[in-house]
């Protein structure tokens, strides 16, 4: 959150940062600590399977005042096929600023593909749901 307030990351959809998803096993220490995009404990490519180490490139949409008081930023879903992989955990991450990171998603519990569609679905883009939200308290 400190770096959204120095201005680290520009979310914006045209001529902004490009931001990366990695995806992580129940092994991995990332947390809202977390600073930095690492390969320590992410989830590893087994064969055929569609996933690089470091993640996938996220595509911004451009981020919009959702209400009066709460501005917003969202990325397109993220789909793998041929996925062969499990993952417990994200990081979004900013590749065009030192690997920064953005923020820490936890599935909840371990999400598996064998051989099928891996998606990661963003939440609504509302004042109420989006992945990032800055409101005015």
């Not at 977390?34 to 451009?62: F, I, P, R, W």
């Not at 599935?107 to 883009?125: E, R, Y």
Request: hydrophobic share 40%; charged share 10%.
């Amino acid at each position: 959150m400190q770096e959204l307030l120095v201005a680290t990351h520009n979310f914006s959809a045209s001529g902004g940062d490009q931001f990366k998803l990695a995806l992580y096993t129940n092994s991995a220490t990332i947390s809202n600590a977390s600073t930095a995009y690492t390969t320590s404990g992410e989830t590893t490519n087994t064969a055929g399977s569609a996933y690089s180490a470091g993640g996938e490139n996220l595509t911004n949409v451009e981020p919009a005042l959702k209400s009066t008081a709460t501005a917003c930023c969202d990325f397109s879903d993220l789909t793998w096929t041929s996925a062969s992989f499990t993952a417990y955990g994200a990081l979004i991450y900013n590749s065009t600023d030192s690997d920064k990171a953005v923020c820490v998603l936890n599935f909840g519990g371990d999400k598996t593909a064998s051989a099928g569609t891996f998606t990661i679905q963003f939440p609504d883009f509302t004042a109420a749901a989006a992945i990032l939200r800055l409101a005015n308290a």
